[in-house]
């Protein structure tokens, strides 16, 4: 598949710090309804919603708001940041 740089994506995903797999910082507890974002490569995955969870693994709407356009994806917690622990809102605010 190949990504397309000219879409318009619908938040500044460029402004989500990269954080690695199993850094401190990717170590969450993740509930339903947690916003995240998949942190080694923010813009291809966006911004998603946990919907489910199951002890390390969670599955995650992210609603084609990445450059991969992936609705939903079954992942490792240890890859997802949460946007709230962060608090990434101003993010998430058009600028």
């Known amino acids: ?24 910082r ?7 309804g947690d916003l995240v974002y998949y942190g080694p490569s923010p813009e291809y995955y966006g911004i998603g919603e946990v919907v489910q969870t199951a002890e390390k693994v969670c599955m995650v709407d992210f609603r ?6 992936i609705h939903k994806d079954e992942m490792l917690s240890s890859y997802l940041i949460p946007i709230h622990k962060l608090n990434l809102s101003g993010v998430l605010k058009g600028r």
Do not use: C, F, Q, W
Not at 1 to 24: E, F, T
Not at 26 to 32: E, F, G, M, V
């Open 64 to 69: 084609g708001t990445g450059e991969l356009g």
């Open 26 to 32: 990717a170590k969450n507890t993740l509930r339903t």
């Open 1 to 24: 598949m190949a990504l397309s740089r000219n879409r318009k994506l619908s938040y500044r995903l460029d402004l989500l710090p990269v954080i690695l797999p199993y850094h401190r």
